[in-house]
């Protein structure tokens, strides 16, 4: 079992930067495929950026490419999202995922363990 916890989140105003951390116990998780997602108010959870099991290839959501970073220390069994220049369509439930895939997992399906979320909201 994995267990994933999400932190970071808060309030930032348009423009603004956070950085989300996604730290994993219960086993490493260097094997695995780690993804984010968000939830707005009122909408389906969605993909926002997958990074494979050794960071060697990232893939983001076009509505975030550009602006945010996926990352992950395997050392440290955590998994970063850098998001810069924010706007206030980014306002959402944040959720941090591992997929034993271990490859690109850009379906909510593919993961097998889900964190409980950290919210982000970016106002004007």
């Known amino acids: 079992q994995v267990q994933l916890v999400e932190s970071g989140g808060g309030l930032v105003q348009t423009g603004g930067s956070l950085r989300l951390s996604c730290a994993a116990s219960g086993r490493t998780i260097s094997d695995y495929a780690m993804g984010w997602f968000r939830q707005a108010p009122g909408q389906e959870r969605k993909f926002v950026a997958t990074?494979?099991?050794?960071?060697?290839?990232?893939y983001y959501a076009d509505s975030v490419k550009g602006r945010f970073t996926i990352s992950r220390d395997n050392a440290k069994n955590t998994v970063y999202l850098e998001m810069n220049s924010l706007k206030s369509e980014d306002t959402a439930v944040y959720y941090c995922?591992?997929?034993?895939?271990?490859?690109?997992?850009?379906?909510?399906?593919?993961?097998?363990?889900w964190g409980q979320g950290t919210p982000v909201t970016v106002s004007s």
């Open positions: 990074i494979t099991w050794n960071g060697g290839t990232t």
């Open positions: 995922a591992a997929a034993e895939w271990g490859e690109v997992a850009v379906h909510q399906r593919e993961y097998d363990y």
